[in-house]
């Protein structure tokens, strides 16, 4: 495998002189199960709903399908999903590889589920999983953006 295949779960990006990491944010791997149980119960009545709207007798096997689905793309996407990264510096938020935002160009911060949601003024759209605590995690970024 060539090197500039391997992708990096954690920041890549050189800080500037002087520029200091204040805080990182890891993934919560109770967040990561807590988060796949909310979604293989939807998938699992998605499945469900599906099969009885379409006539199924069997329409139990859609809940089987849906959870099946969910656990596998969970088993498979853990170990990447735990080594994610995001670092606060005093002046940028950086992400995995070579994500890197300049905190004065935040302009939206948002919780959805566990995770935080970071807008920039260009429309950019950044997404800090699996957090543990999603409002202190907001709460960081945007006192550090100045919003």
């Not at 004065?104 to 566990?114: A, C, D, K, N, Q």
């Amino acid at each position: 495998m060539s090197e500039g295949l391997i992708y990096a779960m954690t920041p890549t990006t050189t800080l500037a002189e002087g520029e200091q990491v204040v805080h990182r944010f890891h993934p919560d791997r109770a967040a990561y199960w807590r988060d796949h149980a909310w979604l293989a119960a939807a998938a699992m009545a998605l499945g469900m709903g599906i099969l009885w709207a379409i006539g199924n007798p069997h329409a139990w096997t859609g809940a089987v399908g849906g959870l099946a689905a969910i656990a596998v793309r969970g088993f498979y996407v853990a170990s990447d999903e735990m080594k994610a990264r995001w670092d606060l510096t005093d002046r940028r938020l950086l992400g995995p590889q070579t994500r890197a935002v300049r905190l004065s160009e935040i302009r939206t911060v948002r919780g959805l589920g566990s995770a935080v949601q970071v807008i920039t003024a260009t429309g950019d759209k950044h997404l800090i999983k699996y957090q543990a605590d999603r409002a202190g995690t907001e709460a960081r970024i945007r006192a550090a953006a100045g919003l």
